[in-house]
């Protein structure tokens, strides 16, 4: 069973400038989340979608980032302009149902603004 | 905001060690689990604790959910070059029993031969 991809796994930007990252996730699960990963830090959930619908994204800093799960499988999560602290790993994770406890990672798309 | 906290934040120990990794909290969750992540990689799920005073074993390693479901601690014996990467545990957030997680800010594990 293939696991859930992300591209680009690297992106350098300048500070100002946009990028958007791609995740897939594996083939039937239902729940995608998107996690931000601060050098040190744990992962932090952005947000939940269940099928293309929202669940959760209260810790979106919707000023700046959006995502999208338009036919519920494959979403894009986007930084527009981007910032210094932006700098991080996004994780892209994805769940059977959203009552499931087991998520999948991707191997994450690590961000560098200069 | 339920917070978890992990202690240590680094440990570096050699091959053959015993270690112990402790995750915090002030709030009661209804599970917790364990992740662990290699450079380059997301977290891969070790094991989810769900019953307080509950004690999982996989090989080498060893999980316990504190009694008041608080707290949880990874204890591995015999640790091995291939241990070495982040320990990050995880519960469900605002108090759910599923879904979105909150994650401690991880341990750093090297074990050097």
């Known amino acids: 069973e293939a696991g859930v991809a992300q591209s680009p796994r690297y992106k350098i930007i300048e500070k100002r400038q946009s990028v958007a990252f791609w995740c897939n996730p594996i083939?039937?699960?239902?729940?995608l989340y998107w996690y931000q990963q601060i050098l040190g830090q744990g992962p932090k959930l952005l947000i939940q979608?269940?099928?293309?619908?929202?669940?959760?994204d209260s810790q979106l800093p919707k000023d700046r980032f959006s995502a999208e799960r338009l036919k519920g499988v494959d979403s894009t999560l986007k930084i527009q302009p981007a910032k210094l602290e932006d700098s991080a790993v996004y994780l892209c994770?994805?769940?059977?149902?959203?009552?499931?406890?087991?998520?999948?990672f991707g191997p994450g798309t690590r961000l560098t603004v200069l | 905001t339920q917070l978890l906290e992990q202690s240590p934040q680094f440990l570096s120990i050699q091959e053959g060690e015993n270690l112990t990794v402790y995750c915090n909290s002030s709030?009661?969750?209804?599970?917790l689990q364990w992740y662990r992540q290699e450079p380059g990689e997301g977290p891969v799920l070790l094991v989810t604790?769900?019953?307080?005073?509950e004690v999982k074993k996989l090989k080498r390693l060893t999980f316990q959910f504190g009694d008041a479901r608080k707290d949880s601690s990874l204890h591995i014996t015999a640790a091995q070059t291939g241990d070495t990467g982040l320990y990050l545990c995880a519960g469900p957030r605002g108090g759910t029993s599923y879904g979105k997680l909150t994650f401690g800010q991880g341990t750093i594990l090297t074990v050097h031969p």
């Open positions: 994770a994805s769940s059977l149902e959203w009552l499931s406890n087991e998520q999948f």
């Open positions: 083939s039937g699960h239902a729940t």
């Open positions: 709030s009661v969750f209804s599970s």
């Open positions: 604790v769900v019953t307080g005073g």
């Open positions: 979608f269940q099928n293309n619908g929202v669940v959760d």
